[in-house]
């Protein structure tokens, strides 16, 4: 073997030959059966996807010519521009290969090559028709060549038209560019053929002019993007001719029918082109094969299941009458866009498409281009239910193919334009895997091959490098596909949409504040400004925002201020401006958008926040980001803030906005039912634990670097007192606190006040982020105390000078921050103070004087005691107070009562007997409904008196609503009049001590 010889096969096997040794002899015998000397085929080897298989086509192609006496056109083919894509067809397509063969007439074709011209569907139409001998420009046209012999001239002028199609196919380098053209050529191809199947079948008919038929094609031949080997789904529909009766044309219209399909998918000299399935059509195959137009739309009208409205979504007439065929259209058409209003239509759709998913094999399933997870019915399924569902009262997602239907919802905003790019070449890349699969043999198949030279050929085929690239991309498709598919298909928004009526969807003037009016909106005519403001226009975010509203007006209707939700979803829109971010996640959510209509409807403080930080809208997608931070996950971050700031003023803005955050996380979650009050008290109080840690440490810095120092010579703490220390804050609490401080340096006092005092600065400091205020009144000796105290001050003042109401205080003194020491030691101090050995009785007295005195001097005049939250008869005071007693009490004995939570401590009085359980739970519902009332107005946006319960019976509903209980206004009134009541007298006899009757 000489050198040349071994690097000419070298060159074949890097051009792609699986057996180069074989592929150089069937060069040989081309060239010598042609007479041709091929001009560098290692070369034009490379580009075919089968070179072994494509030069034993041309060997078997080139035989054919000589024996037809061709061979000077197959010669010729070498210089002209169909020759190379000849060769790439038969490399590319066995079938079409055999089809040249055995018409070897056709390569003039080849030799008559224009890469610029395009077929129409006239085109097409007229190719067909005449080589059935038909006159292409008849209503009617009826074949002149009947039964086999027109059956078998149409098919070879389908496959030559087809012929020329794949080729130009398989010859793009970038097949995905042309995939549109050529499947739309292909369906274009499948309506001539029909429509010279039905000229046969007249030509055989006598009686064919007693009707007029007309051919709907449906599925992928509707909407042009047939597959090469698909079945045409159809639908036929007769009209009878004057004079005809309607029996008579429908029996003739069904001859046709038969006849037609047969000549297309039947036996015959050449291979049928594809079966003709009318399995779409009314009663599917129990109903009649062709039926009037009148009886299809009374069947569409009565009868018809969600899925054959999604069917019709195709129907396009391609054949026969064209008269007929746009009546059909006309009639039917307009139905696809009501079934939306059929009950259960989206969830319908879902489950027709999980059915589809489980009869997979799952052997197939991991291969199915088709029908698999991420595979083309994904991507159809998601752009038709998109389609069905926005398009009543979109006019413009009225279109029938997948890519021009997702063009337009792109264009509208019902996509995102990432999802949609992707969406988009994902499936051209799938479909030219079918096409190329398809092509190999002309049979049906959707899968991708497991074979290992099966692959290699399909990845040449269809422009990959390597089958590792290609299986690579096929794994990022079907895992991106899915993901949208998931995303867009099952959002919660759809079934939503759907139940509405067409005004309702459509937002149309009169009906849309007829329905605002209906739902509850006070100001409808305000409530559709608001509405016109955000739809407005053609940007894509008022595109967006006519998609959301119809289902949001229903959602903002069932939260308790309809009207002030509205607004607050405008002001909030026109602060966002055009961040798509945000009404991505409004439309493509499965809870924000019901969420946030929620939010703005029910919590002003919440709308507050949200338009302060448009963070909060980010957490409504998940449950996780609702869940309010521990204080260690806080104060992590936190720490964090102190760590990298070198600017104490930054680093304190920082903080008070970092616990401005936790409250509108802790306000969403509670107005949205996610957590009780309990938990959101316990919340807000770690969110100000976090703070003051925080501007602890700030201002010892301060203080340290006024006073020229390294460090403090103090240790320094923060006590919680009252509602602060029981963890029981208020979204608008203050913070009630003692100062601590503990050493021995000569100016420790000077200094401990100096730092309480910049804590409070740094606290309550005016800025861009909310303050938090500070209030040191309980600290020994109240106002006319220091503001900081030494602990040993501290232990001295309570063991000798304190009254019994602030031992009774210090039930809930709970240290917050600074050094843990001192926190620990003032603990162990107050402990032999707030649980004494015994109670005196002249305690006792006083105690109950206090009490006593309290409800007569502090409750605000004009405020109707009953109606007093806190210091009403029945409310927060009068349970606090029963419970502490006991603790003053028995806190010594029992470890169980020594807590500074009020419900804590009141379950352990009932375990120990010193509180009757029935009582207990009088109090309980008391305290808990108080609590629940003064979070509830504090989510409603009371500015900052929370502790008066309204009169208004609207303002009462709206409280009901917050606190997500199915009262009315007035049932709400009663029921918290009925507690208070029980759980004063409760208070008469175990805090007063007085004998009641019982209630």
């Given at each position: 073997?000489?050198?040349?010889?071994?690097?000419?096969?070298?060159?074949?096997?890097?051009?792609?030959?699986?057996?180069?040794?074989?592929?150089?002899?069937?060069?040989?015998?081309?060239?010598?059966?042609?007479?041709?000397?091929?001009?560098?085929p290692?070369?034009?080897?490379?580009?075919?996807?089968?070179?072994?298989?494509?030069?034993?086509?041309?060997?078997?192609?080139?035989?054919?010519?000589?024996?037809?006496?061709?061979?000077?056109?197959?010669?010729?083919?070498?210089?002209?521009?169909?020759?190379?894509?000849?060769?790439?067809?038969?490399?590319?397509?066995?079938?079409?290969?055999?089809?040249?063969?055995?018409?070897?007439?056709?390569?003039?074709d080849?030799?008559?090559?224009?890469?610029?011209?395009?077929?129409?569907?006239?085109?097409?139409?007229?190719?067909?028709?005449?080589?059935v001998?038909?006159?292409?420009?008849?209503?009617?046209?009826?074949?002149?060549?009947?039964?086999?012999?027109?059956?078998?001239?149409?098919?070879?002028?389908?496959?030559?038209?087809?012929?020329?199609?794949?080729?130009?196919?398989?010859f793009?380098?970038?097949?995905?560019?042309?995939?549109?053209?050529?499947?739309?050529?292909?369906?274009?191809?499948?309506?001539?053929?029909?429509?010279?199947?039905?000229?046969?079948?007249r030509?055989?008919?006598?009686?064919?002019?007693?009707?007029?038929?007309?051919?709907?094609?449906m599925?992928?031949?509707?909407?042009?993007?047939?597959?090469?080997?698909s079945?045409?789904?159809?639908?036929?529909?007769?009209?009878?001719?004057?004079?005809?009766s309607?029996?008579?044309?429908?029996?003739?219209?069904?001859?046709?029918?038969?006849?037609?399909?047969?000549?297309?998918?039947?036996?015959?000299?050449?291979?049928?082109?594809?079966?003709?399935?009318?399995?779409?059509?009314?009663?599917?195959?129990?109903?009649?094969l062709v039926?009037?137009?009148?009886?299809?739309?009374?069947?569409?009208?009565?009868?018809?299941?969600?899925?054959?409205?999604?069917?019709?979504?195709?129907?396009?007439?391609?054949?026969?009458?064209?008269?007929?065929?746009?009546?059909?259209?006309?009639?039917?058409?307009?139905?696809?866009?009501?079934?939306?209003?059929?009950?259960?239509?989206?969830?319908?759709?879902?489950?027709?498409?999980?059915?589809?998913?489980?009869?997979?094999?799952?052997?197939?399933?991991?291969?199915?281009?088709?029908?698999?997870?991420?595979?083309?019915?994904?991507?159809?399924?998601?752009?038709?239910?998109?389609?069905?569902?926005?398009?009543?009262?979109?006019?413009?997602?009225?279109?029938?193919?997948?890519?021009?239907?997702?063009?337009?919802?792109?264009?509208?905003?019902?996509?995102?334009?990432?999802?949609?790019a992707?969406?988009?070449?994902?499936?051209r890349q799938?479909?030219?895997?079918?096409?190329?699969?398809?092509?190999?043999?002309?049979?049906?198949?959707?899968?991708?091959?497991?074979?290992?030279?099966?692959?290699?050929?399909?990845?040449?085929?269809?422009?990959?490098?390597?089958?590792?690239?290609?299986?690579?991309?096929?794994?990022?498709?079907?895992?991106?596909?899915?993901?949208?598919?998931?995303?867009?298909?099952?959002?919660?928004?759809?079934p939503?949409?759907?139940?509405?009526?067409?005004?309702?969807?459509?937002?149309?003037?009169?009906a849309?504040?007829?329905?605002?009016?209906?739902?509850?909106?006070?100001?409808?005519?305000?409530?559709?400004?608001?509405?016109?403001?955000l739809?407005?226009?053609?940007?894509?975010?008022?595109?967006?925002?006519?998609?959301?509203?119809p289902?949001?007006?229903?959602?903002?209707?069932?939260?308790?201020?309809?009207?002030?939700?509205?607004?607050?979803?405008?002001?909030?829109?026109?602060?966002?401006?055009?961040?798509?971010?945000f009404?991505?996640?409004?439309?493509?959510?499965?809870?924000?958008?019901?969420?946030?209509a929620?939010?703005?409807?029910?919590?002003?403080?919440?709308?507050?926040?949200?338009l302060?930080?448009?963070?909060?809208?980010?957490?409504?997608?998940?449950?996780?980001?609702?869940?309010?931070?521990?204080?260690?996950?806080?104060?992590?971050?936190?720490?964090?803030?102190l760590?990298?700031?070198?600017?104490?003023?930054?680093?304190?803005?920082?903080?008070?906005?970092?616990?401005?955050?936790?409250?509108?996380?802790?306000?969403?979650?509670?107005?949205?039912?996610?957590?009780?009050?309990s938990d959101?008290?316990?919340?807000?109080?770690?969110?100000?634990?976090?703070?003051?840690?925080?501007?602890?440490?700030?201002?010892?810095?301060?203080?340290?670097?006024s006073?020229?120092?390294?460090?403090l010579?103090?240790?320094?703490?923060?006590?919680?007192?009252?509602?602060?220390?029981?963890?029981e804050?208020?979204?608008?609490?203050?913070?009630?606190?003692?100062?601590?401080?503990?050493?021995?340096?000569?100016?420790?006092?000077?200094?401990?006040?100096?730092?309480?005092?910049?804590?409070?600065?740094?606290?309550q400091?005016?800025?861009?982020?909310?303050?938090?205020?500070?209030?040191?009144?309980?600290?020994?000796?109240?106002?006319?105390?220091?503001?900081?105290?030494?602990?040993?001050?501290c232990?001295?003042?309570?063991?000798?000078?304190?009254?019994?109401?602030?031992?009774?205080?210090?039930?809930?003194?709970?240290p917050?921050?600074?050094?843990?020491?001192?926190?620990?030691?003032?603990?162990?101090?107050?402990?032999?103070?707030?649980?004494?050995v015994?109670?005196?009785?002249?305690?006792?007295?006083q105690?109950?004087?206090?009490?006593?005195?309290?409800?007569?001097?502090?409750?605000?005049?004009?405020?109707?005691?009953?109606?007093?939250?806190?210091?009403?008869?029945?409310?927060?005071?009068?349970?606090?107070?029963?419970?502490?007693?006991?603790q003053?009490?028995?806190?010594?004995?029992?470890?169980?009562?020594?807590?500074?939570?009020?419900?804590?401590?009141?379950?352990?009085?009932?375990?120990?007997?010193?509180?009757?359980?029935?009582?207990?739970?009088?109090?309980?519902?008391?305290?808990?409904?108080?609590?629940?009332?003064?979070?509830?107005?504090?989510?409603?946006g009371?500015?900052?008196d929370?502790d008066?319960?309204?009169?208004?019976?609207?303002?009462?509903?709206?409280?009901?609503?917050?606190?997500?209980?199915?009262?009315?206004?007035?049932?709400?009134?009663?029921?918290?009049?009925?507690?208070?009541?029980?759980?004063?007298?409760?208070?008469?006899?175990?805090?007063?001590?007085?004998?009641v009757?019982?209630?």
């Amino acid at each position: 073997m000489s050198a040349r010889e071994v690097s000419f096969t070298t060159l074949l096997r890097r051009a792609g030959a699986s057996e180069p040794a074989r592929a150089e002899r069937l060069i040989r015998e081309i060239e010598e059966v042609s007479g041709v000397t091929l001009e560098d085929p290692a070369h034009a080897v490379s580009y075919l996807a089968d070179p072994d298989a494509g030069l034993l086509q041309l060997l078997r192609l080139a035989e054919s010519a000589r024996d037809a006496g061709l061979s000077a056109e197959f010669a010729a083919l070498s210089s002209s521009p169909g020759g190379m894509r000849l060769g790439v067809l038969l490399g590319g397509s066995l079938a079409l290969g055999d089809f040249l063969i055995r018409h070897p007439e056709m390569l003039r074709d080849f030799l008559d090559w224009d890469s610029a011209a395009s077929f129409t569907r006239m085109d097409f139409r007229a190719r067909l028709l005449e080589a059935v001998g038909a006159d292409p420009s008849d209503a009617a046209p009826v074949a002149t060549l009947g039964g086999r012999e027109g059956v078998a001239a149409m098919r070879v002028a389908y496959r030559r038209a087809l012929t020329r199609i794949a080729a130009e196919d398989l010859f793009e380098h970038v097949p995905a560019t042309i995939f549109p053209a050529v499947a739309a050529a292909l369906a274009d191809l499948a309506g001539a053929a029909l429509e010279a199947g039905l000229a046969i079948a007249r030509a055989d008919d006598p009686e064919h002019a007693a009707t007029r038929l007309a051919v709907i094609a449906m599925g992928k031949c509707g909407a042009r993007e047939l597959n090469y080997v698909s079945d045409v789904d159809v639908i036929y529909v007769a009209e009878p001719a004057e004079g005809v009766s309607d029996d008579v044309s429908l029996r003739v219209a069904t001859r046709l029918a038969i006849a037609a399909a047969k000549a297309c998918g039947g036996m015959g000299v050449e291979p049928a082109l594809w079966e003709v399935d009318p399995n779409l059509r009314p009663e599917g195959r129990d109903g009649p094969l062709v039926r009037n137009l009148a009886s299809h739309q009374a069947y569409y009208e009565r009868w018809a299941q969600t899925w054959e409205f999604q069917a019709l979504l195709k129907a396009r007439p391609v054949a026969g009458d064209p008269e007929v065929g746009a009546a059909y259209v006309e009639r039917l058409h307009p139905m696809v866009w009501k079934a939306v209003e059929r009950e259960g239509f989206v969830e319908s759709a879902q489950a027709m498409r999980r059915r589809v998913e489980e009869h997979v094999p799952a052997a197939e399933s991991g291969r199915q281009i088709k029908l698999g997870p991420g595979g083309l019915r994904d991507v159809e399924f998601t752009i038709q239910l998109l389609q069905l569902v926005h398009g009543r009262a979109d006019e413009s997602l009225r279109v029938r193919g997948t890519l021009d239907a997702l063009a337009e919802l792109r264009a509208a905003g019902y996509v995102g334009r990432p999802q949609a790019a992707a969406m988009d070449r994902s499936y051209r890349q799938l479909r030219v895997w079918e096409h190329r699969l398809q092509l190999r043999k002309l049979t049906r198949t959707h899968l991708m091959p497991d074979a290992d030279q099966d692959r290699r050929i399909l990845a040449r085929a269809s422009g990959f490098a390597t089958v590792e690239y290609m299986e690579e991309v096929w794994t990022d498709i079907r895992r991106d596909v899915r993901a949208m598919h998931l995303e867009m298909f099952y959002r919660p928004i759809l079934p939503v949409v759907a139940r509405l009526s067409e005004d309702e969807a459509r937002l149309d003037d009169a009906a849309a504040k007829e329905r605002l009016a209906a739902v509850g909106f006070v100001d409808p005519a305000g409530a559709y400004r608001h509405i016109q403001s955000l739809t407005e226009g053609t940007s894509r975010s008022a595109s967006i925002r006519r998609q959301l509203l119809p289902a949001m007006i229903g959602w903002f209707a069932q939260g308790a201020d309809p009207d002030a939700g509205l607004l607050a979803f405008r002001q909030l829109s026109e602060q966002m401006g055009d961040q798509q971010w945000f009404l991505k996640l409004l439309r493509d959510s499965g809870t924000a958008a019901q969420r946030l209509a929620r939010l703005l409807s029910t919590s002003r403080y919440v709308a507050r926040a949200l338009l302060a930080s448009s963070e909060g809208v980010t957490w409504l997608d998940r449950d996780e980001d609702l869940v309010p931070r521990s204080y260690e996950r806080m104060w992590t971050e936190a720490d964090a803030i102190l760590r990298r700031s070198n600017d104490p003023e930054q680093a304190a803005t920082a903080m008070r906005g970092l616990r401005r955050r936790e409250l509108a996380r802790v306000a969403s979650a509670d107005a949205l039912g996610l957590i009780n009050a309990s938990d959101a008290a316990e919340a807000v109080s770690h969110a100000a634990d976090m703070l003051i840690e925080g501007a602890l440490r700030i201002a010892r810095h301060n203080v340290a670097t006024s006073r020229g120092l390294e460090e403090l010579p103090i240790r320094f703490a923060v006590i919680a007192m009252g509602r602060y220390g029981g963890l029981e804050m208020s979204y608008a609490s203050d913070a009630d606190v003692q100062f601590v401080w503990d050493g021995q340096a000569p100016d420790g006092q000077a200094i401990a006040v100096q730092m309480a005092q910049e804590i409070r600065s740094i606290l309550q400091r005016v800025g861009p982020q909310p303050p938090l205020e500070i209030d040191a009144d309980l600290r020994p000796e109240g106002r006319n105390g220091p503001l900081a105290r030494s602990l040993e001050s501290c232990s001295t003042y309570y063991g000798r000078w304190s009254d019994p109401w602030e031992a009774q205080a210090l039930l809930r003194a709970q240290p917050v921050a600074g050094d843990q020491g001192l926190r620990d030691a003032f603990v162990a101090m107050i402990d032999e103070v707030r649980y004494p050995v015994e109670l005196p009785d002249g305690a006792l007295r006083q105690m109950r004087t206090l009490k006593a005195r309290m409800e007569a001097e502090r409750l605000p005049r004009g405020v109707d005691p009953r109606r007093h939250l806190k210091l009403g008869p029945g409310g927060l005071s009068d349970v606090e107070w029963c419970v502490q007693l006991q603790q003053l009490r028995h806190g010594r004995a029992h470890a169980e009562l020594r807590t500074t939570r009020t419900l804590e401590a009141l379950a352990a009085c009932a375990d120990l007997g010193l509180i009757g359980r029935g009582d207990a739970a009088k109090l309980r519902e008391a305290w808990v409904l108080a609590t629940d009332l003064r979070g509830a107005m504090a989510l409603r946006g009371a500015a900052r008196d929370t502790d008066v319960l309204p009169a208004d019976i609207r303002e009462l509903g709206v409280l009901a609503e917050i606190l997500g209980t199915q009262m009315s206004g007035a049932e709400l009134d009663e029921r918290f009049t009925r507690a208070s009541r029980r759980a004063r007298a409760v208070t008469e006899r175990v805090f007063f001590g007085w004998e009641v009757g019982r209630t």
